[in-house]
């Protein structure tokens, strides 16, 4: 959608800034320029309370897959030392009440507006102002434009004949029921097994009469060895968590994994195999960031680790034959997100699931009874769809801010184009949290988060010493971090797999690798040196 207000009818900027969304960067973006600056700030949040993915992602079984104590806000050491998590891996409802302490906490409440989407941004050059409509038909406008809208917010259905017609009861992962759905005695399929399928297909086995999934890629799925903290893990956090936040902040992942040995390829096949038991024990994201640091670079390093895993699977899936369709073949492992698990693969030893292979037979149907593919039907009472996300990208083409001269649609019409996975060439005072060609999905998000938001308060803070009204990226700059962007990650194996991370999961995306991968204390060090240089690259007036 366009704006309704035309650039002749821009009156007195009401507000210093906008902000996209109630989540994890949303809340710190009120709080950082509200509280750090000063700013007139509103956010706007489609639904009805804080919480972004956690808000919207109530399916059974949905939790963080970064540590509970990483998974969480660093800028305040009194929220650090007063909130207790629970679990290692914090489970959705508990994510969402620490993101409504947080807004309480802090007071953020009252800069808020919830049930309200943004569908429409302009930015009016003769005002230096944006011009934003909401879906209640109201307009809103204000100097700058900060995208909370997260990365893996713009949900998908698969294109199916008749995914309209099922006569049963349907839900979506992305988009969850807040009541709790009693799946006992029924028949249910889930389509798709990435991250949240994996999730949910764990626990709706255990209640459902009969669990049909449907698969079309397997995937790499380490457990996740979730259990209850105790005292003296949170005695270790909240004495330590200086250091802890320092050592993350200098990882791959935003999680120190201080057991990483340099190659796969550097020792023997024994000491391979007792690292990679090791890490695999541990749970979590060691066996990807806490075994062997060439996993992504180096070929036949990783292939040691996707024949481990495969190995895994076979030993704990009782039928070959489903063991087979379990197991990832034809690409690497880790270059798709590497999701976590608990039981996932003995509940394919229940007498009550069908694992059914769609590349093999795929869906061509879905019936007002079931869904049907080349191979029969299935006579459902409940489908699920865990379906993913028009990642990166999606979130922000589905508001499509447009400046003078361009829109993002077509800028991006090849892919994202983007100065440090931040700005965009062409939207003066826009920034997008997390975006594309930033470290993002590829590191602990409320870390990556910070990090964005805290270089985006120091540079308002900069224009306003100095009297500027207005930044933007100049092309050159766009040019080459989309270039440098694209040279790093065609060094690593994520580039020669279908992924989320290049769009290959949406029909007629562009086949760009989203993520800059040069990792995260490099990519603050160049955002840095940036700012240290004037706002090197940018444009200010």
């Given amino acids: 959608m366009t704006s309704n207000t035309s650039d002749s009818d821009s009156h007195q900027t009401q507000l210093d800034a906008i902000i996209i969304g109630a989540g994890f960067a949303g809340i710190y973006a009120t709080y950082s320029l509200r509280e750090k600056l000063g700013l007139k700030v509103k956010t706007f949040e489609a639904g009805g309370d804080v919480g972004g993915t956690w808000y919207w992602n109530r399916y059974p079984g949905a939790r963080c897959d970064i540590e509970s104590y990483h998974y969480s806000y660093s800028f305040s050491e009194e929220l650090q030392q007063e909130w207790q998590w629970s679990e290692r891996f914090a489970a959705q409802p508990e994510i969402l009440a620490y993101l409504n302490h947080v807004a309480d906490r802090f007071d953020l409440r009252n800069s808020m507006v919830m049930n309200t989407r943004i569908v429409g941004a302009k930015f009016d050059e003769a005002a230096c102002h944006w011009v934003v409509d909401t879906d209640d038909g109201n307009t809103q406008t204000a100097r700058y434009l900060v995208s909370g809208a997260g990365v893996l917010s713009a949900s998908t259905l698969p294109d199916v004949e008749g995914i309209n017609d099922f006569s049963g009861a349907v839900y979506l992962t992305a988009k969850w029921p807040q009541q709790e759905i009693d799946f006992s005695g029924k028949r249910v399929a889930v389509i798709g097994t990435g991250a949240s399928g994996i999730q949910v297909i764990t626990e709706v086995a255990k209640q459902a009469k009969h669990l049909t999934v449907f698969q079309r890629t397997p995937n790499y799925a380490a457990p996740i060895r979730n259990r209850p903290n105790t005292e003296q893990d949170e005695r270790e956090f909240k004495q330590h968590y200086p250091q802890i936040r320092r050592d993350a902040r200098n990882s791959f992942l935003g999680v120190n994994y201080p057991g990483m040995l340099p190659s796969a390829l550097a020792v023997s096949d024994e000491e391979r195999h007792q690292q990679y038991e090791r890490a695999y024990a541990a749970g979590g994201f060691e066996m990807f960031a806490g075994s062997f640091g060439d996993l992504i670079t180096n070929q036949e390093a990783n292939d040691t680790a996707a024949e481990f895993m495969r190995e895994k699977i076979r030993q704990r899936v009782d039928d070959p034959a489903v063991a087979d369709m379990l197991t990832p073949k034809n690409y690497a492992y880790v270059t798709k997100r590497p999701p976590l698990e608990t039981d996932y693969y003995e509940t394919y030893n229940r007498s009550n699931v069908t694992l059914v292979d769609i590349r093999a037979t795929p869906i061509e149907e879905i019936t007002p009874n079931g869904i049907r593919t080349s191979a029969g039907d ?99 700059a766009e040019d080459n971090w989309v270039r440098h962007s694209a040279e790093i990650a065609d060094a690593t194996l994520f580039t020669g797999t279908d992924s989320w991370y290049i769009g290959a999961n949406i029909p007629g995306k562009p086949r760009v690798f989203l993520v800059y991968v040069g990792g995260a204390a490099n990519y603050r060090q160049i955002c840095a040196e940036v700012a240290q240089k004037g706002y090197e690259g940018f444009l200010l007036s």
Avoid: K
């Fill in 378 to 476: 299935t006579e459902l009472d409940v489908i699920i769809y865990a379906t993913g996300f028009d990642a990166m990208t999606g979130p922000l083409l589905r508001i499509n801010p447009r400046g003078e001269s361009i829109n993002l649609a077509d800028h991006w019409a090849e892919g994202p184009r983007t100065n440090l996975g931040l700005t965009v060439h062409g939207l003066p005072n826009f920034f997008a949290i997390t975006g594309p060609q930033s470290p993002s999905v590829l590191y602990n998000m409320p870390l990556a988060i910070e990090d964005h938001i805290d270089w985006l308060t120091d540079c308002i803070s900069y224009m306003q010493e100095h009297g500027y009204q207005r930044i933007e990226s100049t092309a050159e």
